[in-house]
């Protein structure tokens, strides 16, 4: 209605001005009196400048207005005097878009505050960095982890660790890392992880801090528990027979020699003595081939990187074990994308890994003949995601691996094999880990086993 009435006053101004207009051009060429002339030229000057000025004032209006909105000033209001002249409704709509913009803004700054408190008070160490260093969010938890107070730049950290500094300099986007850091005759390990974003065409870093000191205790602890309890088993297994055999021999040597006179022995007796020795002699052995593993685990040589073609890395896998393969009558399926694929590892402890991983899945299948099962299909793939990085697996349909023994299987001398040592998967681990990626797996009873190759970016 305001708008329909503006309009109207407008149109009236308009009309008012084209008739006056009218008026004078009739004087004009009608001969009359010079001052009816000027007259009515002064009462259309008098129009116009009043028409000009009004327009202006809107303009004026409509400028301050639009400052308004670009310094973001939504304190300023305009005067709603009720006059009945256009700049009413003007003044009317200016407030209304004001305080649309005002209460935009409160919210805005209530999201903001929320989520500056949560950010503030949650567990885990927050710190983002601009690409100068200069911090601009360090909440509560990253500062007691480090130990220090409010900081301006991220390079201020150097006095508590230079590798922290090359650490959160360095990671990418799902970069990953673990950093040891010495505190008040303390140690803690910082699990960091990053992220990059980008505002408003500015470059940022976002930095997430946690101490998993007592985590790694405990997992310590427990993978402790178990490797000593392998270890106790294996080593029981051998020293108990060596301990009874050489008792059983000791005391009847023992019996022989408090015997006066000469000392002569059976045949029978004698093979008994072969056979017990024969035995001591072969656990023996295989203790010391235990320890020999075991001491192999502590010393894997640092990764020679190097970016190397999967498909040429599984060809030699493959044509290692295609005699094996061809023997128990295995089908093949290799799929690679792209076909060009390539990972930055060391090709001789990966080709290990695969060649491990891959003799187990063969293994796997024979069983598959004795569980009357005659299809035999070993699947390998290789794919890469653009976020997360390259990926490797070896899928057999074989006969599985049941819960319990799934949770087991990395734990170093842990086996489920009649011969097997019980390090080839706690090896593929360790060169995988020293690789900067994982290895996992899933496997179903009767349905087959899948191990997975992950090569972070």
Do not use: C
């Amino acid at each position: 209605m305001d708008f329909k009435n503006r309009k109207f006053k407008l149109l009236v101004r308009l009309t008012i001005l084209l008739a006056t207009m009218f008026l004078f051009v009739d004087l004009f060429y009608s001969g009359s009196y010079t001052l009816s002339k000027i007259l009515v030229f002064l009462l259309i000057t008098l129009q116009v400048i009043y028409l000009y000025l009004s327009l202006e004032k809107s303009n004026h209006e409509i400028v301050g207005f639009l400052k308004t909105i670009q310094y973001e000033d939504f304190t300023h209001t305009y005067p709603n005097p009720k006059s009945g002249t256009s700049l009413d409704t003007l003044y009317h709509e200016f407030n209304e878009v004001i305080r649309k913009f005002r209460e935009i803004r409160a919210d805005k700054e209530a999201q903001y505050q929320y989520l500056k408190t949560i950010v503030q008070h949650v567990g885990i160490g927050i710190v983002t960095f601009d690409k100068k260093g200069e911090i601009q969010i360090m909440n509560a938890s990253a500062r007691r982890l480090l130990g220090v107070g409010p900081l301006k730049n991220i390079n201020q950290l150097q006095t508590i660790s230079e590798e922290l500094i090359r650490s959160v300099n360095e990671l990418r986007t799902g970069g990953r890392d673990l950093i040891k850091i010495t505190r008040d005759g303390e140690d803690s390990q910082i699990a960091i992880y990053a992220i990059e974003l980008s505002l408003r065409g500015k470059d940022f870093k976002l930095i997430s801090l946690q101490n998993i000191q007592s985590e790694l205790e405990e997992k310590e602890m427990e993978a402790w528990q178990n490797l000593i309890r392998v270890l106790t088993h294996e080593i029981m297994n051998s020293v108990t027979p060596i301990s009874s055999l050489a008792a059983t021999v000791e005391g009847d040597l023992d019996d022989f020699l408090k015997k006066e006179g000469s000392i002569s022995f059976e045949k029978e007796t004698l093979e008994e003595y072969h056979l017990a020795v024969k035995t001591i002699h072969n656990r023996s052995d295989s203790l010391i081939k235990f320890v020999s593993d075991f001491r192999n685990m502590t010393r894997i040589k640092h990764p020679n990187l190097e970016e190397t073609p999967i498909a040429e890395l599984l060809e030699h896998v493959i044509s290692l074990l295609k005699n094996e393969m061809d023997d128990k009558q295995i089908e093949l399926k290799v799929n690679i994308v792209p076909a060009d694929l390539t990972v930055l590892i060391d090709k001789e402890q990966i080709e290990q890994v695969l060649i491990n991983l891959m003799k187990n899945a063969i293994e796997a299948l024979a069983e598959n003949e004795e569980d009357g099962k005659s299809s035999k299909q070993l699947n390998l793939k290789a794919w890469k995601s653009e976020s997360e990085g390259a990926y490797v697996s070896i899928a057999d349909n074989g006969t599985g691996i049941d819960e319990e023994a799934l949770k087991k299987i990395f734990i170093p001398f842990f086996t489920t094999k009649k011969h097997g040592s019980g390090i080839g998967l706690s090896l593929s681990k360790q060169i995988m880990r020293h690789h900067r990626g994982t290895i996992s797996v899933k496997s179903a009873l009767n349905a087959g086993t899948e191990f997975t190759l992950k090569f972070s970016q």
